[in-house]
């Protein structure tokens, strides 16, 4: 695998069991992600972008195929390994924000670098950038019940990027929002993309998503359709 892959996915197939059998969620997905990409699994609701982000992030596991991400065979790495990745070297973003109600901006946003054993001087530094990267540095002693819910996602970003991942997974992050909430968080997304070449995957049938990605993965009934690499995207506005 070049150093430029990011993701590596050969003849994957998931299946839940179901009853006594089993649905196939997907079937012979063949994928790659070069770095720096901002790419889009796109496609109606029950196509398989959740469950293929889950297993791009190590959540859950093929069951055939094979995946690489960031350096790591996911199939034969343990539950450690896989975590190791996780949270070193990627950032998750999810339509629910995910935030923690009784901690403040900050303390969401500190809780990555907790988890890497960042010393609390240097996590404050990160923390402070990442929450200026977002534009939330004035409600940075906020929690999240003061928060609006493009605050809220913000939040969730910076919280997202704060160790400097090399990739980001976001599963319909602006579900929840409206316009003009969803092109802020795109741009600061675009942003981040161009300034420090964070690789992208987003989840998404929200068609002011689809605007500023460069390139769309097509998924229906569990299979990749159609893949496209999009020319002139919306490249936002900062
Ligand atoms: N844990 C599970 N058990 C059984 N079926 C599942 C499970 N997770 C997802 N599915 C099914 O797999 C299909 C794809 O789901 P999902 O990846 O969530 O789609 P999307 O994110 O595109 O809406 C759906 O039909 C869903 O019901
Ligand atoms: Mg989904």
Redesign the pocket.
């Known amino acids: 695998m070049s150093n430029n892959k990011v993701v590596e996915i050969q003849k994957l197939l998931k299946q839940?069991?179901?009853g006594g059998d089993f649905?196939t969620?997907l079937s012979d997905i063949n994928f790659e992600l070069e770095k720096a990409e901002f790419t889009g699994l796109v496609?109606?609701?029950?196509?398989?972008?959740?469950?293929?982000l889950n297993i791009i992030g190590g959540l859950d596991s093929p069951t055939k195929g094979t995946i690489n991400v960031l350096g790591m065979e996911l199939g034969s790495a343990s539950h450690n390994e896989r975590a190791f990745l996780r949270k070193t070297k990627m950032g998750f973003i999810f339509q629910s924000y995910n935030l923690l109600p009784v901690y403040t901006v900050f303390e969401n946003v500190e809780l990555p670098l907790i988890l890497n054993k960042v010393e609390s001087k240097e996590r404050k530094r990160l923390v402070t950038q990442a929450v200026e990267w977002v534009g939330l540095s004035d409600k940075i002693d906020s929690r999240p019940a003061q928060l609006s819910g493009g605050e809220c996602q913000r939040t969730a970003i910076a919280r997202a990027i704060v160790h400097e991942p090399a990739l980001i997974l976001a599963?319909e992050p602006t579900a929840n929002l409206d316009a003009k909430n969803s092109h802020q968080i795109m741009n600061i997304m675009v942003r981040l993309n161009k300034e420090l070449n964070t690789s992208f995957i987003f989840?998404t049938h929200d068609e002011k998503i689809m605007a500023y990605l460069r390139r769309i993965v097509h998924?229906e009934d569990?299979q990749i359709v159609k893949d496209e690499i999009i020319e002139n995207p919306e490249m936002g506005a900062i």
């Open positions: 839940f069991p179901v649905f969620a496609g109606p609701s029950g196509s398989g972008k959740t469950t293929l599963d989840a998924l569990g």
